[in-house]
């Protein structure tokens, strides 16, 4: 491992890249193109597709194994299996397939020719042929094979299973895998935590291709963006490879859309639905269709797949909360309030995708793909606000002087993911080739819109311009208020903030992979190495503006509309952002705030790679090394509120790494296996640590200052996994894993002021690596179908996971000058996280009872040195239902429910007593129906 850090200037930078930029790519652009028209040569070559039913299923996961060379490889996506280079001879080629008959066949190979088997498979009591197509089971049975079949550990949802949960995003289908859990905003899943890692030490694909987070602060990936309706997989991979890129702590998503060759002939899926939330009385649609077919083109059969997919769902809905933020004084064993506030939220979300995906097979021996996903995601808020600061910190039941301002955010935010995926392989005579070029952009956008209008009391209406106020409760708070608190004439206007931002992140990728099949010492084997280079940059462009003078009468009145429909108790008018834009008059910029979040970040990474693997009978042994050097350089704003100036620094830095990895899988049949893994992994902080952005401002003669930390060194982590899996039949499954991560330079953001270089500080904030931090857990996970029970019991599914996690990290800050530290455990990990599933299908419907839960986890450290203002979410058990009835064998009727139990967000300070926020959605229920032809 190697870090070079320096300073440079922009015009620098920009010329120490260029040199590396174009050469490498072109140069692996002509041989990823040079690899995809090379002569085939067919040299004792054995090949063919696993799939069920009529129309053909294809059947990814399934182990075809040469018994006599103890050979074995896996059907891929579209079914397909190949062996290179097989000695002639007679053999005996068996498939096996949870949930299916094996199946075997006795064949004769002959040398420099292909010879092309083909396996149909057979269920028992029909699974295949009926199941696997509609079921519940099949979804789970399908993700099962995938995961038995890999070399790593990974966890699969496949869009069966994904169809069968009530859930809207991509997020949202993932929070039911095992080790998985979300993080919620307004009640929907949005950001995905593997093994209790927060989103951002997560890495996210979408068909292989990464892609950028479109926060502007943040790495991870939003992915409530994605519409769940164009998906075909979901592949976790918990423990990663050489040839993977090393950028996950927790675990990499891979979103994997439909392709033609998921299933023969022509499909289509078109889908209509209605929903209704319980809190606002909103109905809201959604349509989604997906198609596919494959044409014949020149002389192959069948060899061209177009696959297209279209979603739209617009949701009405809203919310309900009460917060402090964790301003409770905690002094002398006190428990007073110094502040608070009540929030409404009214909520409109558009999310809309469209997918379109070409596969193309030239011939048997080269499979080309160009795979485009576009999402959309619009969310639009109006916040309605009441803030209530008392003079004095206030008990619950007391009466005391306060301050209140009514406020109002009225904004729109868009944001857009796409991916390109374009490559192919191409089988040689004992090679194959894996080639691709990769483009990705996300982005964020918020127009100009009001982001606080403040109105504060009238003095010619309430003379002291203070309310005598009270609360009760300390969990859900409620205010003790005189009628005039809620009445529009008491308040004036009297600031206004416009904004606007709009963040950018695009990603372009090249990579070339060799494979090489071989025998070592009679023993299979296979070798890997290849090359990867990936081009990203990310910037923010913020605005601020700031009215205090206004036209006409600013009563707020003249703004009120009608009262707020608000579940935690009285609140008061609603206030119209149109009107209050329509009386703003000398409207001047801020350009502080404009500019000093505004930055320019690039990274280049470019990484190689040499793996090998190989058979000892039972026993696959898997190792290899990444090397990754990524030259990273960053442009922002200083301010100096001393002297008054506003300049631009830059800063740069580049660090490499060396990742070694073993994985070892023994399998003591076909259906149980253990695993153990040591991987090394590597991620960046986030774009706001990193931020070169710095304000330095003096108050009274006490110099205060906040900025980020470019130099940030990465994160790194050794991790360890070790677990058996028995598969006891179809949709079955009981696992058991224990992992171990042990990171270094944890980033946490802390006060300098008082140490050395900041002596004369009374405050600077910024970003700092800290020692190291360790994480352990546990992931149980189990899954049954009763279809050997007597009806109706034969129809029963169970299935449930757990994880346990512990975790710790030593953060510190500087007290009267003196350096003192503490543990806290990581933050967005919960010590537990459980799904419990209770399912029923028949031939014609199916119904699911799905219990997910997930218990606090620390959110926000507000204070490095004081534990009782840590800041934790409350633990969260949400109770889904969903019920199918096939109409027809084409025609499937849907209802579904979720937050049975009205689950709401809470978060608190020092115990749960004490609230940091509080709020309720309410539950949603959903109708719809769709059409389909297999």
């Known amino acids: 491992m190697k870090h070079t850090n320096r300073m440079t200037s922009l015009e620098s930078v920009q010329k120490r890249r260029q040199p590396v930029r174009i050469p490498f790519m072109k140069t692996a652009l002509a041989v990823a193109l040079a690899c995809a028209g090379l002569p085939v040569l067919a040299d004792a070559r054995l090949q063919g597709y696993v799939s069920a039913g009529e129309p053909a299923i294809a059947l990814q996961g399934a182990r075809v194994r040469i018994l006599e060379l103890n050979r074995e490889a896996v059907s891929q996506r579209d079914g397909r299996f190949i062996f290179l280079d097989v000695k002639p001879g007679t053999y005996t080629l068996v498939s096996s397939y949870l949930g299916a008959d094996d199946v075997q066949e006795r064949i004769t190979l002959v040398d420099h020719q292909t010879h092309q088997v083909n396996f149909s498979l057979k269920g028992v009591s029909g699974v295949v042929e009926n199941i696997i197509v509609i079921g519940q089971a099949a979804g789970i049975n399908k993700a099962l094979n995938k995961q038995r079949s890999a070399d790593n550990l990974i966890t699969v949802v496949s869009a069966d299973a994904i169809g069968q949960f009530p859930d809207t995003n991509v997020s949202e289908a993932l929070q039911r895998l095992p080790g998985l859990s979300v993080e919620r905003d307004q009640g929907e899943g949005r950001y995905v935590r593997v093994r209790g890692m927060s989103p951002d030490f997560n890495a996210v694909t979408i068909n292989g291709v990464g892609v950028p987070g479109p926060d502007a602060d ?41 392709s033609a ?25 959604k349509l989604a269709l997906t198609t596919s077919k494959r044409f014949s083109v020149g002389s192959g059969n069948d060899n061209l797949g177009i696959a297209a997919g279209i979603s739209h769902f617009k949701r009405e809905f ?35 995708g469209v997918v379109f995906n070409l596969d193309y097979k030239p011939g048997n021996s080269t499979h080309l793909y160009w795979r485009n996903l576009y999402s959309e995601y619009t ?16 008990a619950s039941g007391e009466q005391g002087i306060a301050e209140v301002a009514r406020e109002l955010k009225d904004r729109a935010e868009t944001q857009k993911i796409f991916s390109s995926a374009l490559g192919g392989k191409t089988d040689f005579e004992r090679w194959s080739i894996n080639y691709g070029l990769g483009y990705s952009k996300s982005g964020e956008n918020e127009p100009e819109h009001v982001a606080g209008a403040v109105f504060t009391l009238d003095e010619g209406v309430i003379a002291d311009e203070v309310f005598e106020l009270g609360y009760q409760g300390k969990r859900n708070i409620r205010v003790n208020a005189p009628a005039e608190f809620y009445q529009a004439q008491s308040y004036r206007l009297d600031e206004v903030e416009l904004a606007s931002s709009d963040t950018n992140d695009e990603s372009l990728s090249l990579h070339l992979d060799f494979t090489r099949e071989l025998t070592l010492a009679d023993h299979p084997a296979q070798l890997k190495l290849g090359v990867k280079r990936v081009e990203r940059e990310k910037d923010n462009d913020a605005s601020v503006w700031v009215s205090e003078e206004f036209i006409g009468d600013t009563s707020l009145t003249q703004f009120a509309a009608g009262p707020v429909d608000y579940r935690l108790g009285e609140f008061g008018p609603q206030i119209r952002a149109r009107a209050i834009k329509a009386v703003l008059d000398n409207v001047e910029e801020d350009e502080l705030e404009s500019r000093i979040g505004d930055f320019d970040i690039t990274e280049d990474t470019s990484a190689a790679y040499v793996m090998g693997r190989i058979d000892l009978g039972n026993l696959r042994l898997l190792s290899g090394v990444r090397y990754e050097q990524t030259d990273f350089s960053a442009r922002g704003y200083a301010y100096d509120g001393v002297a008054d100036e506003m300049n631009t620094q830059t800063f740069s830095n580049d660090h490499d790494y060396w990742l070694p990895a073993l994985h070892v899988r023994y399998s003591f049949s076909d259906n149980t296996q253990v695993r153990a893994a040591w991987t090394n992994t590597v991620v960046r902080p986030g774009f706001g640590q990193l931020s070169p952005g710095r304000v330095l401002e003096e108050d009274d003669g006490e110099i205060e200052a906040s900025f980020g930390n470019p130099d940030l060194k990465p994160l790194e982590s050794s991790n360890l996994d070790l677990g058996i899996e028995h598969y006891p039949g179809a949709a079955s499954v009981i696992s058991a894993y224990v992992f171990y991560k042990s990171i270094d330079h944890f980033a946490y953001q802390t006060d300098l002021a008082g140490s050395a270089g900041y002596e004369g500080f009374a405050e600077a904030m910024t970003f700092v690596n800290g ?28 299935g449930g996971n757990a994880t346990w996690v512990d975790s710790t990290a030593r953060i510190g800050s500087n007290d009267d000058g003196e350096w003192s530290e503490r543990d806290i455990p990581l933050p967005s990990q919960s010590d537990v996280s459980a799904n419990l599933m209770l399912g029923y299908e ?13 218990s606090e986890y620390l959110l926000e450290v ?18 889904d ?23 709401v967000y809470y978060t608190w300070v020092k115990s749960p007593r004490y609230n940091a926020q509080y709020e309720a959605y309410g539950p949603t229920y959903k109708l719809g129906i769709t059409f389909m032809s297999f």
């Open 771 to 798: 020692k190291r931090a360790e994480l352990t857990g546990i992931e149980l996970a189990a899954s049954r179908q009763f279809s050997n029970l007597p009806a109706p019991w034969n129809g029963l599914l169970v």
């Open 318 to 352: 809203g919310s309900d909360n009460v917060e402090t933020g964790g301003a409770w004084d905690f002094g002398d064993g006190q428990d007073l309030l110094e502040e608070m506030e009540q929030r409404d939220y009214r909520i409109t979300r558009e999310r809309s």
């Open 379 to 394: 969310d639009k808020e109006i916040r309605l606000g009441t803030v209530i600061e008392f003079d004095e910190p206030l």
């Open 881 to 903: 239902f969903s019920l199918r009835y096939f109409v027809s064998d084409n025609i499937k009727l849907h209802v579904e429910a979720l937050n049975l139990t009205d689950e």
């Open 261 to 285: 060759f998921d299933r023969d002939g022509f499909f289509y899926q078109f889908t209509a639905e209605g929903s209704y939330d319980d809190n606002t009385a909103q109905t809201s649609p």
């Open 218 to 258: 943040r790495r991870a990936v939003a992915l409530d963006v994605i519409p769940s309706d164009l998906l075909e997989n979901l592949v976790v991979t918990k423990s990663v490879t050489p040839d993977m890129d090393a950028n996950s702590l927790g675990g990499s998503i891979d979103v994997q859309s439909l």
């Open 842 to 854: 028949s031939d014609r419907w199916s119904a699911r009872l799905s219990a997910n839960y997930k």
């Open 862 to 879: 507000l204070d490095p040195l004081d534990v009782d203002y840590d800041t934790y979410v409350d633990e969260q058990l949400q109770l």
